[in-house]
C-alpha cells in the first residue's frame, strides 16, 4: 500500500538529548513537511524540502534539524535546543507544492 | 500573512442533522483549500481539495465550497452520523509559497 509511515508513534526524550524522528513515503511525491501540533493550536510548520537534497525552515525551526538525502526520506531531529518538544509530529507530502498533502500518523514526543 | 480562521471551535449535534462547518481566510491568492479530519491522537486523513479555479468539491455525503473573492469555504456534512465525530481542519497553500497555512480546526462530536 502507498502511504507515509512515521516512527515511532511514541517517543519519550531526556533533557538535553537529541532524537530523531523518522518519516518515509512511498508516494513518489517530491515535497515533503514537517509540521508540530500543540493542543489548541493548529498545525506549524517546522520544514519543509521540495527536492532531494534542499530544504527550508518553516515559521517555527528553531531547536531542529532535517535531512533530505534521498526523496522518499525527510528524517527530523529535535536537538536540546529545542526548549519545549513535547507535542505531536506530523509528516505530511504532495506530489509538487501545490497539490494535495498527505499525512502520516503521526509522532508523539514526551521530555521525560 | 496568510490567517485561517475556523467556526464554530466545537459542535455538538443529534445523529441525522445537516451541518455546516466554516473556514476563512485573509490572503485570497492561495493555490488550492484542503479539508482534512483527524481523529484523537491520529495523522489527518485528507477529505477534500478544491482548486482555486473551482467552487466546489463533493465527495459522498461531503460537500466543499469555496468563495475565492471573499475569503471563505464551508464544509457541508449531510445527514451526520457518530462516525463523523472527529475534528475538522481547513487549510489554504497560498501563492508564491509552499506552506499549508492551518485553522484551528472544529471539534465536531454527533451523539446517537
Redesign the interface.
Known sequence: DGGIT?SPKYLFRKEGQNVTLSCEQNLNHD?M?W?RQDP????R?IY?S?IVNDF?K??IAEGYSVSREKKESFPLTVTSAQKNPTA?Y?C?SSLE??????????T?LTVV | KQE?TQIPAALSVPEGENLVLNCSFTDSAI??L?W?RQDP??????LL?IQSSQREQTSGRLNASLDKSSGRSTLYIAASQPGDSATY?C?V?SYNT???I????TRLQVFP
Open positions: 512515521q515535497a513537511y509540521y489548541g493550536q493548529g498545525l510548520l519543509y521540495q527550508q518553516g515559521d505531536f506530523l505530511a507544492g501545490d497539490t494535495e498533502a498527505f499525512f502520516g500518523q503521526g508523539r | 485561517v493555490y488550492n484542503q482534512f491522537g491520529k495523522g489527518l486523513t485528507s481539495l481542519l487549510a497553500r509552499d506552506k499549508l492551518f485553522g484551528t480546526g
